[in-house]
């Protein structure tokens, strides 16, 4: 089997991921499981309110949870959301809006005080994109953040970037890209990459799925763990989509085609665990 590629650059050849199950079940009880939402553990809709875990996932995460150190999912979606959309999943930790909010095994929701001054020009920032965005586009207000989606109207795609990136620049505020989708955010230094980087600091191994580019930071805190320490077991997976082309995928050791995929995935890891 080809050895584990845990450096800084995407690895040369295919992982083996029944070699990289085995390395981690060495270790599970010191191992964080991360998973991105939207795209990864739920296919994407032209609704964002309707979208649901794919088939096989929930429960796959509940037999994992007891077997390794630490499960985590870290989205663009809030807290709450997270929460509503597991099914009650206990003993995973959930950061929503990129890290700006989080919480610990069903715990109080946390949000990054320097966030909190931003919320008013959040709830501005929606009904100004409600009045002037045209019909087509879909504005999702988050309390935090304003996601501006082009998915059911791709033509506007254009018209609601200049439009975003107009008004992050007048306000101060951060554009985050995605599938079909533009999010400003507060100026605020919170990302994926970030909640990775600090949650792995002390663990000996770390797995993360995630599709969309905002990913790809994620991907890059767990090479660079991996390269302070090379003890450190680091295995990064994409959820292959059209809509980000090869950018993430070149960026993992691992892809899979779509969320049910990765609820397949996950339920024949379970032996590997057990």
């Known amino acids: 089997m080809p050895p584990l590629n845990l450096g800084n650059q995407p690895p040369k050849t295919p992982l083996d991921a029944e070699h990289a199950w085995r390395a981690t079940a060495a270790r599970a009880g010191d191992v964080v499981l991360f998973f991105d939402f939207d795209g990864t553990l739920a296919p994407v809709d032209d609704d964002p309110t309707a979208v649901r875990p794919a088939p096989k996932v929930l429960a796959a995460l509940e037999a994992l949870a007891p077997r390794v150190r630490r499960i985590a999912i870290v989205s663009a979606r809030p807290v709450e959301f997270l929460r509503d959309h ?28 320097a966030a ?9 920032l929606a009904a100004q994109a409600e009045a002037e965005l045209p019909p087509g586009a879909l504005v999702e207000f988050k309390r935090l953040s304003v996601a501006l989606h082009w998915r059911t109207a791709p033509q506007l795609g254009d018209v609601v970037q200049e439009w975003g990136r107009a008004r992050a620049e007048r306000l101060g505020l951060r554009c985050q890209a995605g599938r079909m989708v533009l999010e400003l955010k507060p100026p605020v230094d919170r990302d994926k990459g970030m909640v990775i980087g600090e949650t792995v600091r002390d663990a000996g191994g770390a797995w993360y799925f995630g599709d969309d580019v905002s990913d790809i930071k994620a991907f890059a805190a767990l090479r660079a763990r991996a390269a302070t320490d090379p003890e450190f077991l680091g295995v990064c997976v994409a959820v292959a989509n059209p809509e980000t082309g090869h950018e993430v995928a070149d960026a993992a050791d691992l892809t899979l085609d779509s969320p049910a995929a990765l609820g397949d995935f996950l339920t024949a890891a379970l032996p590997h665990l057990s």
């Open 86 to 113: 597991l099914g009650g999943l206990a003993g995973v930790d959930l950061y929503g809006l990129y890290g700006l909010e989080h919480s610990h095994s069903g715990g109080e929701t946390v949000t990054e005080p």
């Open 116 to 124: 909190l001054p931003w919320v008013p020009t959040m709830a501005e």
